[in-house]
């Protein structure tokens, strides 16, 4: 997916927002605002919005002396994931199809990401997603395609969310590697959130050695490549990893809810289909194809 003119407000908005979370400072704020307006002079409109995104958070970084800014947000949302886990893992033991159940809460989660919602009620903005079915939903082609897969590639997006991506593997059953980011990138998993969520002891946790909030390929470590082409079912949680997997050929499946317009359009050119904002999504990657 590529950047389009609609992200650059959401560029600016992003940069104010992360600015105000690295100082009480109003001329560091001024700083990194006339220095964000002339990054958006620079936009690559052939790349997708995250990696494009990177360059603006290291100018963030670079200007606040704040290389993470959202750690203590990352630190809040696994602490109150983590208080719902018992819960939710019952709900899940007590549904009909435990499986399904567990990618629903696992959707309705990715909610949880201060790159694009800053304000929401956690619990409630669950609640409710679990109340609607996916708007697109290829559950029948992933039980499918999970009966015949040996390895499973699971991306990580946000922390918090991570803690219902933990309930999902232990009902797939299969052999999973976990992939989080290499460096702080907004609030995208890290593997100190894997190890504090409990992911380690469930799975195999790398890091696909990027700090962008998304998969580049290009840019992500040689042991990430060759998992990614040797995984037999990649499930890739979140937007950015949708916007930098979008048009990939491999075998994946997106699970994510849809944030923006940018999302929401770039699904139906590629799909077909029709995803409302505020919608979860469990999509068939449209250039999916079994080795």
Known sequence: MKTTLDCLPCFLKQALQTARLTTVAAGVHEEIMKQAIAFLGRVNFSLSPPENAVALYEMIAAISACNDPFIELKKESNRFALGL????????????????????????????????????DMEQTIRQ?????????????????????RRVLYLADNSGELVFDSLVIEKLGKDVTFVVKERPIINDALREDAQSCGLETICTVISNGTGCPGTPLAACSDEFQRLFRAADLIISKGQGNFETLSEVQAPLYFLLTVKCPVVRDHIEQISGRTADIGRTVLLKGIHHEWK
Do not use: C, W
């Open 85 to 120: 886990k018992p819960q939710v893992r019952r709900q899940i033991d007590e549904s009909t199809d435990p499986l399904y159940a567990a990618l629903l809460f696992s959707m309705a989660g990715n909610i949880i990401d201060y790159g694009s919602l800053h304000q929401f």
């Open 129 to 149: 997603a679990l109340a609607l079915e996916p708007v697109i939903n290829d559950f029948p082609a992933f039980t499918a395609d999970l009966a015949h897969a």
